[in-house]
């Protein structure tokens, strides 16, 4: 096991099948461990990863990804019951573990979702929670690294390790302060929230995420879906962005032409990039799907009351005022929600809710910290007034009877 060091640490560099499995049988004895990774998402269907970095009691060590290709001893580590992951922003390195093995970790502890619980800011990156947490500068010169290159210098793996270096104590101070906040069950209930959302992001087809989709009619919207599985498939197949393959605005102005005639759709401005010739069949049969679906199949067009307009408004004045009081309490707004999350809370209690989800405001600790509040000011028991215009949060709200101001 080659054993780096640095002007400031020594850690483990691994770079074969059997240094791995030393350092996954060191690791098992912990019942804790923090990684982070190094990844490229521009050129490929899938991200690219190229480093993991883990540290646990007396181990640091980065995986050269690009050297050790199996690495399912160290994800199915962090499944093993009893043991704590933690990680920062830790979406991609989820989606690692749930593309190689299909598992989640057996509890996860993400510190950007704790530092939101118990603090005024989220998402904050690494380098501000390690300030703020513990005073200390991470460093920064490698940002724009490619992970790909190889060898990496001694100031890119330091780079890389100072990552993980601080997550144990970040996360045993984070620990202490939602426990003094009364807020631990908060965070289990957030990070079994957060892995359901990540895990159906990767699985379920995620077709609505197109840009420009707003507008079209339900015929538009099954030719969309059509070929955004049109496009993953083609993108998967030849690892590359979906985007690549076929831009959303493009995809957007086909759906508006309803057209499957090649002649047609290679007469649209931007479809006359050569390589997209090779795949004019495949967006004319994508096409010919959406036409051919019939009417009551195709999606959207559900029902329903639509909202009134005050509903906008009303949304963004309470998300406002919502702020202002989450800041009070230590929470960051932004973890709590946005001015459209209150607006579907309002279309909700005002009937006029039709989504097959429940608003995220209306249920676990954030209908705790929203809810009654709503339900006040909307049955007159709470007014919202103009304070200090001077203070960062300027709108004050009254309670009318026996509890007074907020």
Same mark, same amino acid.
């Given at each position: 096991?080659?054993?780096?060091?640095?002007?400031?640490?020594?850690?483990?560099?691994?770079?074969?099948?059997?240094?791995?499995?030393?350092?996954?049988?060191?690791?098992?004895?912990?019942?804790?461990?923090?990684?982070?990774?190094?990844?490229?998402?521009?050129?490929?269907?899938?991200?690219? !990863?190229?480093?993991?970095?883990?540290?646990?009691?007396?181990?640091?060590?980065?995986?050269?990804?690009?050297?050790?290709?199996?690495?399912?001893?160290?994800?199915?580590?962090?499944?093993?019951?009893?043991?704590?992951?933690?990680?920062?922003?830790?979406?991609?390195?989820?989606?690692?573990?749930?593309? *190689?093995?299909?598992?989640?970790?057996?509890?996860?502890?993400?510190?950007?979702?704790? *530092?939101?619980?118990?603090?005024?800011?989220?998402?904050?990156?690494? *380098?501000?929670?390690?300030?703020?947490?513990?005073?200390?500068?991470?460093?920064?010169?490698?940002?724009?690294?490619?992970?790909?290159?190889?060898?990496?210098?001694?100031?890119?793996?330091?780079?890389?390790?100072?990552?993980?270096?601080?997550?144990?104590?970040?996360?045993?101070? !984070?620990?202490?302060?939602?426990?003094?906040?009364?807020?631990?069950?908060?965070?289990? #209930?957030?990070?079994?929230? @957060?892995?359901?959302?990540?895990?159906?992001?990767?699985?379920?087809?995620?077709?609505?995420?197109?840009? %420009?989709?707003? %507008?079209?009619?339900?015929?538009?919207?099954?030719?969309?879906?059509?070929? @955004?599985?049109?496009?993953?498939?083609?993108?998967?197949?030849?690892?590359?962005?979906?985007?690549?393959?076929?831009?959303?605005?493009?995809?957007?102005?086909?759906?508006?032409?309803?057209?499957?005639?090649?002649?047609?759709?290679?007469?649209?401005? %931007?479809?006359?990039?050569?390589?997209?010739?090779?795949?004019?069949?495949?967006?004319?049969?994508?096409?010919?799907?959406?036409?051919?679906?019939?009417?009551?199949?195709?999606?959207?067009?559900?029902?329903?009351?639509?909202?009134?307009?005050?509903?906008?408004?009303? %949304?963004?004045?309470?998300?406002?005022?919502?702020?202002?009081?989450?800041?009070?309490?230590?929470?960051?707004?932004?973890?709590?929600?946005?001015?459209?999350?209150?607006?579907?809370? !309002?279309? !909700?209690?005002?009937?006029?809710?039709?989504?097959?989800?429940?608003?995220?405001?209306?249920?676990?600790?954030?209908?705790?910290?929203?809810?009654?509040?709503?339900?006040?000011?909307? #049955?007159?028991?709470?007014?919202?007034?103009?304070?200090?215009?001077?203070?960062?949060?300027?709108?004050?709200?009254?309670?009318?009877?026996?509890?007074?101001?907020?």
């Amino acid at each position: 096991m080659t054993h780096a060091k640095t002007s400031s640490s020594s850690f483990d560099h691994i770079t074969t099948d059997s240094q791995l499995a030393e350092l996954v049988a060191r690791l098992a004895g912990h019942p804790y461990l923090a990684f982070d990774t190094e990844f490229v998402s521009e050129h490929t269907y899938r991200s690219q !990863l190229c480093l993991i970095q883990v540290a646990a009691p007396d181990t640091l060590a980065v995986i050269d990804t690009l050297k050790v290709r199996e690495l399912d001893s160290f994800w199915r580590l962090l499944t093993e019951p009893g043991r704590t992951t933690v990680v920062h922003a830790g979406r991609e390195e989820m989606g690692f573990i749930l593309h *190689a093995i299909g598992a989640r970790p057996w509890l996860l502890f993400d510190v950007q979702v704790a *530092a939101g619980l118990v603090d005024h800011d989220y998402p904050s990156g690494y *380098a501000t929670i390690v300030r703020r947490v513990l005073n200390v500068a991470t460093n920064k010169g490698e940002t724009r690294t490619d992970w790909r290159q190889r060898p990496l210098s001694p100031a890119q793996m330091e780079y890389a390790i100072d990552d993980v270096r601080h997550l144990e104590q970040i996360w045993r101070k !984070l620990q202490a302060e939602l426990e003094s906040f009364g807020r631990t069950a908060w965070m289990q #209930a957030e990070m079994a929230t @957060w892995q359901d959302d990540v895990e159906e992001s990767f699985v379920r087809k995620r077709w609505r995420r197109v840009s %420009g989709l707003n %507008g079209l009619s339900r015929r538009e919207l099954a030719i969309a879906c059509e070929l @955004w599985h049109w496009r993953d498939s083609v993108a998967e197949s030849r690892d590359m962005p979906p985007k690549r393959v076929l831009r959303d605005d493009l995809l957007v102005e086909l759906c508006k032409r309803k057209s499957a005639d090649e002649r047609q759709i290679s007469a649209i401005r %931007g479809m006359q990039r050569s390589d997209l010739k090779h795949i004019l069949n495949g967006i004319s049969d994508a096409i010919d799907r959406g036409l051919a679906l019939p009417e009551n199949e195709c999606p959207g067009g559900e029902r329903h009351r639509a909202p009134p307009p005050q509903l906008a408004v009303l %949304g963004q004045f309470l998300s406002t005022a919502i702020a202002g009081v989450c800041r009070q309490m230590s929470i960051a707004p932004a973890l709590v929600g946005t001015a459209s999350d209150m607006r579907d809370l !309002l279309a !909700l209690k005002l009937g006029y809710h039709a989504g097959d989800r429940e608003p995220l405001l209306a249920s676990g600790w954030r209908a705790e910290v929203v809810g009654p509040l709503v339900d006040d000011l909307l #049955a007159g028991r709470a007014a919202l007034r103009i304070g200090d215009v001077r203070a960062h949060d300027p709108l004050v709200i009254e309670r009318f009877g026996a509890d007074r101001g907020v």
